[in-house]
């Protein structure tokens, strides 16, 4: 599920709230609701801002990675001939072009 940032003018507050694309939470009361924290003293029909947020992208960062991820990572070392760089015990290191 998404990451949103919202602000509340009314406490000065800004939280995180993980919810569906679909939601459009435009007070303080349904935000307290989708985190499940008391609104405290704040009037639940205070209306909140949605922040713009940084977007975070993971990428991985070597062939271990990539391995463990599920993918397998081939490097042309020659015309028709691939090492495959994520090989571990058992698998095949080099790879021929049009071999079964």
């Known amino acids: ?24 939470p435009t007070t303080w009361g349904e ?16 209306s909140v801002e949605r922040l713009i947020s940084r977007v975070m992208v993971q990428s991985p960062k070597g062939n271990s990675d990539l391995k463990s991820m599920g993918f397998t990572k081939l490097v042309r070392r020659d015309k028709g001939v691939y090492e495959n760089v994520t090989a571990q015990d058992g698998e095949k290191r080099y790879m021929v072009a049009d071999d079964g």
Do not use: Q
């Open 31 to 46: 935000i307290c609701e989708i985190n499940k924290i008391d609104p405290g003293n704040t009037e639940p029909s205070t």
């Open 1 to 24: 599920m998404p990451l949103y940032e919202y602000y509340c003018a009314a406490n000065d507050v800004t939280l995180e709230v993980n919810h569906s694309i679909h939601l459009e």
